[in-house]
Structures are given as structure tokens and as C-alpha cells.
């Protein structure tokens, strides 16, 4: 079974910067994708930014220029810097990843609270 596990989550001002990290274990050989995504109060789940295996990202238009993602696939682990945090950046951060053939799969992470006051 594989395991996401995210750190870095809590309490900011607007302007502040969090460094989100993720770090896949368990019974995992590789990822293709790893990724975060977020859910703010009342509203669905959105992607926030991905990265492949072979280094290929993509942002949600509201965090670019502001969010860096990487990635390290060879450990497992992937980190979302958050620069110039907003109020309207607040929510629920999951870590996410793609399996590859040999664990193919979507796996997800518990969640880590992001609140960015204004």
C-alpha cells in the first residue's frame, strides 16, 4: 500500500510565504505525477499544480507566478513553495500522485490546513 503523507500547512498573513512537502512511502516502486491540490471552504477541489516524472509542470492560472512545485521522483517527495500568499489561497492542501505500471494507481494524502488571514 502506498502512503502520502503532507507538512507545512497553518496560519499566515496575506503576503507570507508556507513550503508545503509530501513524501510518498509504502509499497511504491514510482510515480508518474505527483501534484497538490486544494479545497477551499465551500467549494470543490481544485488542482493547484503538478509535476511529471520528467519535469514537466502545470499551475492553476491564480497561483502562477506565486507557486513553485518540485519534485524529487527518485524519493518519492514533492514540495509546493507558496510565495505572495492571498486570502483567497485558504483551504485544505492535498497532496496527490499517479501510479506507474508497475503500482499503478491514484493515491491521496490527509490533507493539510492552509489559512492565509487578510
Known amino acids: 500500500q502506498v502512503r502520502l503523507a503532507e507538512s507545512g500547512g497553518g496560519l499566515v498573513q496575506a503576503g507570507g510565504s508556507l513550503r508545503l512537502s509530501c513524501a510518498a512511502s509504502?509499497?511504491?516502486?514510482?510515480?508518474?505525477?505527483m501534484g497538490w491540490y486544494r479545497q477551499p471552504p465551500g467549494k470543490q477541489r481544485e488542482l493547484v499544480a503538478d509535476?511529471?516524472?520528467?519535469?514537466?509542470?502545470n499551475y492553476a492560472d491564480s497561483v502562477k507566478g506565486r507557486f513553485t512545485i518540485s519534485g524529487d521522483f527518485a524519493k518519492n517527495t514533492v514540495f509546493l513553495q507558496m510565495n505572495s500568499l492571498k486570502f483567497e489561497d485558504t483551504g485544505v492542501y492535498y497532496c496527490?500522485?499517479?501510479?506507474?505500471?508497475?503500482?499503478?494507481?491514484?493515491?491521496w494524502g490527509q490533507g493539510t490546513q492552509v489559512t492565509v488571514s487578510s
Open positions: 509535476i511529471s516524472i520528467t519535469g514537466i509542470t
Open positions: 509504502g509499497s511504491l516502486f514510482s510515480l508518474n505525477i
Open positions: 496527490a500522485a499517479k501510479g506507474g505500471a508497475i503500482t499503478p494507481g491514484d493515491y
